[in-house]
């Protein structure tokens, strides 16, 4: 089993950035997907951004495309996002989660990932 554990999410000022960590323990997730997904209020939860089990392939949502970068450390057992230019309408609950074994490349759907973190808040006020 492994624990997902989310940090970094705050009140920012929109314009402005943030980065989000996600740290994992317990089963090593260096060989799998990683990816973020966020939950508005009232809303469903979306794909993000998704990193390959080496760090060396990215996906990003056109939402987020160009302002949002996700990549995760050498050992592979932390995964960052970094987000700029903050919009008040990116106010939501960030999770990072882990990838099913064998997935495709890029996993996008969240029943393509089957461990989650609990969440971070962020809230982008104008």
């Known amino acids: 089993q492994v624990q997902l554990v989310e940090s970094g999410g705050g009140l920012v000022q929109a314009g402005g950035s943030l980065i989000l960590s996600c740290a994992a323990s317990?089963?090593?997730?260096?060989?799998?997907?990683m990816g973020w997904f966020r939950q508005a209020p009232g809303k469903e939860r979306v794909f993000l951004a998704a990193?390959?089990?080496?760090?060396?392939?990215?996906y990003y949502a056109p939402s987020v495309k160009g302002r949002f970068t996700i990549s995760r450390d050498n050992a592979g057992n932390t995964v960052y996002r970094q987000m700029n230019s903050l919009k008040p309408e990116d106010t939501a609950v960030y999770y990072c989660?882990?990838?099913?074994?064998?997935?495709?490349?890029?996993?996008?759907?969240?029943?393509?990932?089957?461990?989650w973190g609990q969440g971070t808040q962020v809230t982008v006020y104008s």
């Open positions: 989660a882990a990838g099913k074994p064998g997935g495709r490349w890029p996993q996008i759907r969240g029943d393509e990932y089957d461990n």
């Open positions: 317990g089963r090593t997730v260096r060989n799998y997907a």
């Open positions: 990193v390959n089990w080496s760090g060396s392939s990215t």
